[in-house]
């Protein structure tokens, strides 16, 4: 007979037949292989479909309550990192199944927290109990002896950082998620004067040549910006320490006048701010404008810029509410100090 008209059969039709010819006991074990096998290879294929799709940062940018932290991260120097290489603990590219339970756990948290309104951000309740980003995770890409020198800007001996101080960011803070007033450079200067230039650090200089070449450009480029002189104080109201790096004390209150920051009793201490500004307005008005009505704006809620200065504006207030709201401020005789002298003027 010619071998061409025999009908082949598949490799499955083939398998059943040999299944089927086993004895009953041998066919259950079969049978039962099959089954693990397939459902080993089912699992395995969605918890690689779960691994691979939860490393995305499309997953964590698609929460709202995310916004601020990818947006962060979308301009910093770890951009091309996907989150989870640092914020979830080291693992083997075979070490599946603890990374599918640590990212099931973290969903279900930030969901769980979500649902209940526990708190208006998961990222910043979860940071505020969390553990820093562990040594491990960074030196999976980052080499612990090399020469850092961030851009030829800093010089930095880091193997001798990296041993006294026993973790990456005790210098490294807010790598991968940086504040938009402070730039995205790897190491925050204010960072490095939590050791240098302290009582506790005597060792730790704080001369610009430590650790900057002579070349560089000690004037921050913030400050070459047109609003800097009038924005520069909310950034020392953030943190002063970003101006105590430079500048002394003195140099803040020689060109304000007077001490910078206020005191805690500027408002209604007997040395505040309505002493400063009897002795010289100039002070206030360097700063905060003369227009419209600088005091008015604070000491007079009913104040409407729109109907003009205070002062044409003061009578309906009285009038409406009597003067004891202005005698908290003034004493009972001050309004003689004009109103006499209108008086005297036949009310001119």
Not at 47 to 63: G, K, L, Q
Not at 168 to 180: F, K, Q
Not at 206 to 222: I, N, Q, R, T
Request: charged fraction near 20%; aromatic fraction near 4%; glycine fraction near 6%.
């Amino acid at each position: 007979m010619d071998d061409a008209r025999v009908p082949r059969r598949g490799p499955i039709r083939s398998l059943r037949q040999v299944v089927g010819r086993l004895p009953e006991r041998a066919r259950r074990l079969v049978l039962t292989a099959v089954a693990l096998v397939s459902a080993v290879v089912i699992v395995l294929a969605m918890s690689i479909a779960f691994d691979v799709t939860t490393a995305s940062p499309n997953v964590c940018a698609s929460c709202h309550e995310m916004d601020l932290r990818t947006s962060e991260w979308a301009v910093s120097a770890h951009s091309t990192v996907p989150c989870v290489e640092c914020h979830e603990p080291a693992t083997r590219w075979y070490q599946i199944p603890s990374r599918v339970s640590y990212r099931a756990a973290l969903l279900a948290r930030d969901v769980s927290a979500h649902r209940a309104g526990t708190y208006e951000n998961p990222v910043d309740a979860a940071a505020a109990a969390s553990e820093p980003i562990a040594d491990a995770v960074c030196l999976q890409c980052h080499d612990p002896n090399r020469k850092a020198t961030s851009g030829y800007r800093i010089l930095i001996d880091h193997p001798e950082h990296a041993e006294r101080n026993g973790s990456c960011v005790s210098c490294h803070v807010r790598t991968a998620h940086p504040l938009e007033s402070r730039g995205t450079a790897l190491s925050l200067m204010a960072q490095c004067f939590t050791c240098h230039g302290t009582s506790g650090q005597p060792e730790a200089s704080k001369e610009c040549g430590v650790c900057h070449p002579s070349e560089f450009d000690l004037v921050p480029a913030s400050h070459a910006e047109p609003q800097w002189a009038r924005g520069h104080g909310d950034v020392s109201d953030a943190d002063e320490r970003l101006c105590a790096m430079c500048h002394q004390q003195s140099f803040c209150d020689d060109c304000h006048g007077l001490a910078m920051p206020h005191p805690d009793d500027w408002a209604r201490g007997p040395d505040g701010h309505a002493t400063a500004a009897d002795a010289d307005r100039g002070v206030c008005t360097s700063c905060h404008g003369s227009s419209p009505d600088l005091c008015t704006m604070c000491h007079h809620t009913s104040f409407d810029p729109m109907q003009g200065a205070w002062i044409e504006q003061h009578s309906a207030e009285v009038k409406a509410e009597g003067s004891s709201y202005c005698e908290e401020c003034h004493p009972r005789a001050y309004c003689s100090f004009c109103h006499t002298r209108l008086v005297e003027n036949d009310g001119i």
